[in-house]
């Protein structure tokens, strides 16, 4: 049996193949939507994670078994149901999944949990110093990284009829994929992936390393749901990009530094789990912050995207009307609700998650705390974006505003709601407090 979670693909499914491999028994092939994880995602990533099932499901011809409630019960009920001697999976790091993959594996009894792969190029907590401690610097552990290398992407295709029809299962509890909430401005499935992943390598690769910094421009990849729920594994991408042609290319080279950043994020996770929600270096827990009602007046101002500071606003406003954000607003959005606003970055990487297609724990937590200075090797906290030196430098053209906030001189767009250079001493005043 093969239990899918962030790993919505057929191909190049490593569980699948294991799954497959070495014997001719059938395979049943499952997901099971946990009420636990329903409720904290937001609308749009259960959007993308259903069209996500659904588009496995028409690729195994309606064969797709979908329960619904909590996995340590549904599990092992679908592997009786089916006899099965194994439930394969893709391992998950994160601190909920390691948790709940625990209390399956226990529930389980005889039948053995085989995890075969992860959603990273390479799984957190391979790759270490000398003396096997974990990094807390990006620049050496990339480094390790890529000496550690990766397989190359791997057939995993199926014969049709060694696929179980759960249909004929009359007990196994299957539910209907639930319609997507809402429509998405990224369309979800393996195909849509692999799509985007060509039109990108063949107009954009090349010019990245300067063009993943032009918000207006929108020429990074948009890979980052595809990646979130496996529609696509990265492996693919690095096979693409180490590919003789663009191998030196710096695009190619910038590229796989920011696939670098995405593993280094969740191995932060694997061995510092609090920095979930807490400060990574606790050194900055005593920080004097704003959290009282006229804060959350300034943070629904920062959410609105109503700042008065036009480069904030675009961002804000592109993440509410379309569940993405380009990299370079992302960071400066998350500096502004910090050290503008002396608001928790918490709060903010909660307001993210809920919007982004592509929110994804280890990526967001740790880009905020990045921001707050407050993560592994952050900007430190001395570092205060100045939103209106960013516009100017990254979107000087104001296109990017333009496309987002339209006229700033017109009647209605609010007046600055701070003054950033106050701001900037009352950050560092607090800071140094501690
Ligand atoms: P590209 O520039 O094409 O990058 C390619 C891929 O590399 C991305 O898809 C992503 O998987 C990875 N990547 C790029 N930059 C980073 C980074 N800084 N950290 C980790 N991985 C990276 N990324 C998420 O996937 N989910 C999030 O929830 C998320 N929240 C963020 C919050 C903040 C405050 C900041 C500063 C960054 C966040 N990022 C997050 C990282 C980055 O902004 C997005 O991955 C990127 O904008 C996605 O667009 P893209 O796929 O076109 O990126």
Request: hydrophobic residues 40%; negative net charge.
């Amino acid at each position: 049996m093969v239990w899918l979670r962030r790993d919505l693909r057929l191909s190049d499914l490593p569980p699948l193949a294991a799954a497959a491999s070495g014997t001719d028994s059938s395979v049943l092939v499952c997901f099971v939507v946990d009420p636990r994880l329903e409720k904290s995602s937001g609308e749009r990533r259960l959007a993308f994670l259903f069209d996500s099932l659904r588009d496995i499901d028409d690729k195994l011809h309606g064969k797709l078994l979908v329960a619904r409630g909590r996995p340590e019960d549904e599990i092992p009920r679908l592997a009786r149901a089916v006899d099965a001697e194994r439930v394969h999976i893709s391992e998950d790091f994160a601190p909920f999944g390691r948790r709940r993959d625990e209390a399956v594996a226990a529930a389980l009894g005889d039948i053995e949990l085989e995890a075969t792969g992860s959603p990273y190029l390479v799984s957190p907590g391979r790759v270490t110093k000398d003396d096997g401690s974990p990094y807390k610097v990006f620049t050496p552990y990339s480094k390790r990284w890529r000496d550690h290398g990766w397989r190359a992407p791997a057939d995993s295709s199926v014969p049709a009829k060694r696929i179980i029809d759960p249909s004929d299962l009359t007990k196994a509890g299957r539910i209907e994929i639930p319609p997507a909430p809402t429509t998405l401005s990224i369309p979800a499935g393996e195909d849509a992936a692999l799509a985007r992943w060509a039109e990108f390598v063949d107009a954009d690769l090349a010019d990245y390393d300067s063009g993943r910094n032009d918000p207006a421009g929108d020429s990074t990849s948009r890979m980052s749901a595809y990646l979130k729920y496996g529609n696509i594994h990265p492996r693919t991408l690095a096979a693409d990009l180490g590919r003789s042609a663009s191998r030196s290319s710096t695009g190619a080279q910038a590229y796989l530094r920011e696939l670098a950043f995405r593993d280094f994020y969740a191995d932060v996770l694997y061995h510092w789990p609090h920095s979930l929600w807490h400060n990574w270096n606790r050194q900055f827990d005593g920080i004097d912050l704003d959290t009282d009602k006229k804060a959350h007046e300034r943070f629904d101002a920062w959410k609105a995207g109503r700042t008065g500071f036009p480069l904030v606003d675009a961002g804000m406003r592109q993440l509410a009307e379309t569940g993405y954000m380009h990299n370079r607003v992302r960071m400066v959005t998350a500096s502004f609700l910090v050290k503008d606003l002396h608001l928790p970055w918490w709060w903010g990487a909660e307001w993210f998650l809920e919007q982004l297609i592509d929110g994804d724990m280890a990526s967001n937590n740790h880009g905020w705390q990045w921001a707050a200075g407050t993560g592994t090797d952050a900007a430190p906290y001395f570092r205060v974006f100045n939103p209106e030196a960013q516009a100017k430098k990254f979107d000087p053209d104001g296109e990017y505003i333009r496309r987002w906030v339209g006229d700033t001189d017109a009647d209605d767009y609010p007046e600055p709601m701070v003054d950033h250079k106050a701001e900037r001493e009352e950050a560092l005043r607090r800071f140094g407090q501690i």
